[in-house]
Structures are given as structure tokens and as C-alpha cells.
T-cell receptor, first 115, second 113 residues
Framework: NAGVTQTPKFQVLKTGQSMTLQCAQD?????MYWYRQDPGMGLRLIYY???????DKGEVPNGYNVSRLNKREFSLRLESAAPSQTSVYFC??????????????FGPGTRLTVT | DQQVKQNSPSLSVQEGRISILNCDYTNSMFDYFLWYKKYPAEGPTFLIS?????DKNEDGRFTVFLNKSAKHLSLHIVPSQPGDSAVYFCAASEEEYGNKLVFGAGTILRVKS
């Protein structure tokens, strides 16, 4: 099992450019999440998807959109990148069984720089 | 306003000694708490958790203590090993909000050999 995979690993964008961060999991998990990690801030939830076909906003959704393409894949799109979106982005997933312990499995992250 | 706070940005401990990482929270509705460990260039990995109905949970060298009245939890690592050097995140969840986790800012632990 690859677990949770994310592409790309690194990306540099100019202000105003758009891009999509891809996330896939092969653990048959129902729920998937996108977080951003900034120095001194911990991880903050951007969007989550409790199941295929549903998405909801987290703590910091502004400037982002998401798509739950199928059970495996959950993508994060930046329509018009801004320097404030420079961050490390993590995708995570969990199953209904793990839901009772709130344990989430994380991908390796995408380091995004917006100039 | 951060609901989960880790007030120590870093901690340095000698190999073999005890490491104690602390976490405070403000939301009394949190009912589950977790610790995650993160190495550079990797995603966080789950370490240990505790339900609000307990005050202690132990897993090998790792023990988490919960003091609900003080809204405080701590992670004890005994004995500390150089491989424990990482960033440790405290996280909390509230059943009403499902699987959403609120994370602290993290503490960098350095175990010196």
C-alpha cells in the first residue's frame, strides 16, 4: 500500500497563477482532508470531504476550491495564487473505523511557494 | 484565537532521560486528544491518543496524561532516544464536529546522544 500520495512535492507559482494539488489514497478511506502548515501555526484545516460526493469548508477555506473526484482522490485548487498561500500542504484520510479514534493518515506534503 | 496551544517551541533532552511535552486547550467540548510526530519532509504520523473519559494512556515508551480540570495534557517519552527527535503536534477533536482535528503549533524535540 502506498498510503496517501500527493503530487507535486514542490511547486513555485507566480501571483495570479492557478494550480491543482493532487491527493490519492489506497486505503479505501471515506474521509479526506486538506491542511496547510505555516510556521508557528500548526496545521489548519482548509477543506474536508466526509464521503465521496460531499465537501465542506474547514478553518481557512478562502482562496481554495476542492473536488472529491471519487473515493480515492481529493484535489485542492488555487484559482489565483497569492503570496499568503505560500505554505506546506498536507492531505490526510481516515476511515469510519478509525473515526472513533480520530486518527488520520497523512501524505508527505506539497511545498508551495508563491512569488 | 488558538484553541490548542503548545507553549514550548522546542525542547532538548539527553538520550535516556524523560521528555515531557505539554499542551493546553481552551475548548471544554474537546473529547479526544491525539499526539502526532513529524519528521522533516514527511507528513505527520499518529503516535498516541486519549479519550476525555480517561486520564492516562500508555503505549510502550509513550504515555499521555490528561488533566481535564486544568485543560492540560502532556506526552511523556521514557527513555528518550535520538530517533525521537522530531516535531510533536498536539491535536484535539470534538465529537459534534466529526473527524475534524484542531492542531497546536508543535514542539521541536531534540534528543542528544
Amino acid at each position: 500500500n502506498a498510503g496517501v500520495t500527493q503530487t507535486p512535492k514542490f511547486q513555485v507559482l507566480k501571483t495570479g497563477q492557478s494550480m491543482t494539488l493532487q491527493c490519492a489514497q489506497d486505503m479505501n478511506h471515506n474521509s479526506m482532508y486538506w491542511y496547510r502548515q505555516d510556521p508557528g501555526m500548526g496545521l489548519r484545516l482548509i477543506y474536508y470531504s466526509a464521503s465521496e460526493g460531499t465537501t465542506d469548508k474547514g478553518e481557512v477555506p478562502n482562496g481554495y476550491n476542492v473536488s472529491r473526484l471519487n473515493k480515492r482522490e481529493f484535489s485542492l485548487r488555487l484559482e489565483s495564487a497569492a503570496p499568503s498561500q505560500t505554505s506546506v500542504y498536507f492531505c490526510a484520510s481516515t476511515s469510519e473505523v478509525l473515526a472513533y479514534t480520530y486518527e488520520q493518515y497523512f501524505g508527505p506534503g506539497t511545498r508551495l511557494t508563491v512569488t | 484565537d488558538q484553541q490548542v496551544k503548545q507553549n514550548s517551541p522546542s525542547l532538548s533532552v539527553q538520550e535516556g532521560r524523560i521528555s515531557i511535552l505539554n499542551c493546553d486547550y481552551t475548548n471544554s467540548m474537546f473529547d479526544y486528544f491525539l499526539w502526532y510526530k513529524k519528521y522533516p519532509a514527511e507528513g505527520p504520523t499518529f503516535l498516541i491518543s486519549i479519550s476525555s473519559i480517561k486520564d492516562k494512556n500508555e503505549d510502550g515508551r509513550f504515555t499521555v496524561f490528561l488533566n481535564k480540570s486544568a485543560k492540560h495534557l502532556s506526552l511523556h517519552i521514557v527513555p528518550s532516544q535520538p530517533g525521537d527527535s522530531a516535531v510533536y503536534f498536539c491535536a484535539a477533536s470534538e465529537e459534534e464536529y466529526g473527524n475534524k482535528l484542531v492542531f497546536g503549533a508543535g514542539t521541536i524535540l531534540r534528543v542528544k546522544s
